[in-house]
């Protein structure tokens, strides 16, 4: 039996990627995702999704849902934002998409220079977007997450434009917040559109 312990920890364990998409827009939620890649179903052309072609992202996008071993895409809300912060909120948006794979991690590796809490051991790596394939891969559900969530919007509110610019405070945007005031989807605390409500 023991010799049967010692081999179970011989056994790498699972290793998750998450990044967040949406901390400097304007509007609408700040999306994680979380990452649990198969070593045995590579996929190809991984990178920062900054670095994609939208296209691209949303060819990955798919091949990734079906090909990593588990994935999770959480947010967090305008309302929670506007509550808490928008680190405070993207922190919670990253617990949310871990505490929601399938499989239990190992160990969570988080883009950028803060971690989340988690009951799991966690490390940050800055860059880690284009540096590790799980993490490349979280950024990519994300942002493509986060834009559909923008055409969805750009439906119902076609007069800011978010379809284009995807709530970033663009001259298009901020004119348009000018002129229609905020819609219920806007960041009020942010500097941009408080200063249009008052």
Same mark, same amino acid.
């Given at each position: 039996?023991?010799?049967?312990?010692?081999?179970?920890?011989?056994?790498?364990?699972?290793?998750?990627?998450?990044?967040?998409?949406?901390?400097?827009?304007?509007?609408?939620?700040?999306v994680a995702a979380a990452v649990i890649l198969?070593?045995?179903?590579?996929?190809?052309?991984?990178?920062?999704?900054?670095?994609?072609?939208?296209?691209?992202?949303?060819?990955?996008?798919?091949?990734?849902?079906?090909?990593?071993?588990?994935?999770?895409?959480?947010?967090?809300?305008?309302?929670?934002?506007?509550?808490?912060?928008?680190?405070?909120?993207t922190m919670l948006a990253m617990r949310r998409?871990?505490?929601?794979?399938?499989?239990?991690?190992?160990?969570?590796?988080?883009?950028?220079?803060?971690?989340?809490?988690?009951?799991?051991?966690?490390?940050?790596?800055?860059?880690?977007?284009?540096?590790?394939?799980?993490?490349?891969?979280?950024?990519?559900?994300?942002?493509?997450?986060?834009?559909?969530?923008?055409?969805?919007?750009?439906?119902?509110?076609?007069?800011? #434009?978010?379809?284009?610019?995807?709530?970033? #405070?663009?001259?298009?945007?901020?004119?348009?917040?000018?002129?229609? #005031?905020?819609?219920?989807?806007?960041?009020?605390?942010?500097?941009?559109?408080?200063?249009?409500?008052?």
């Amino acid at each position: 039996m023991a010799e049967q312990a010692s081999l179970m920890w011989d056994i790498p364990g699972l290793i998750a990627g998450v990044d967040e998409a949406g901390r400097g827009p304007l509007a609408g939620p700040v999306v994680a995702a979380a990452v649990i890649l198969d070593d045995k179903n590579p996929i190809r052309g991984l990178a920062d999704s900054k670095k994609l072609t939208a296209l691209r992202r949303e060819k990955l996008f798919d091949e990734i849902r079906a090909k990593a071993l588990c994935c999770s895409i959480a947010e967090a809300s305008v309302e929670e934002i506007d509550r808490l912060n928008i680190l405070q909120a993207t922190m919670l948006a990253m617990r949310r998409a871990v505490l929601g794979l399938r499989l239990k991690p190992t160990k969570v590796l988080v883009d950028g220079n803060r971690i989340p809490t988690l009951e799991v051991l966690a490390e940050a790596i800055v860059k880690g977007d284009s540096l590790v394939p799980a993490i490349s891969a979280a950024s990519i559900l994300a942002k493509v997450h986060r834009d559909r969530w923008c055409v969805e919007v750009d439906a119902l509110f076609p007069q800011y #434009g978010f379809a284009g610019h995807k709530g970033y #405070g663009t001259s298009e945007h901020m004119a348009a917040l000018r002129e229609f #005031g905020a819609c219920p989807h806007h960041r009020k605390t942010f500097s941009p559109v408080a200063e249009v409500l008052r």
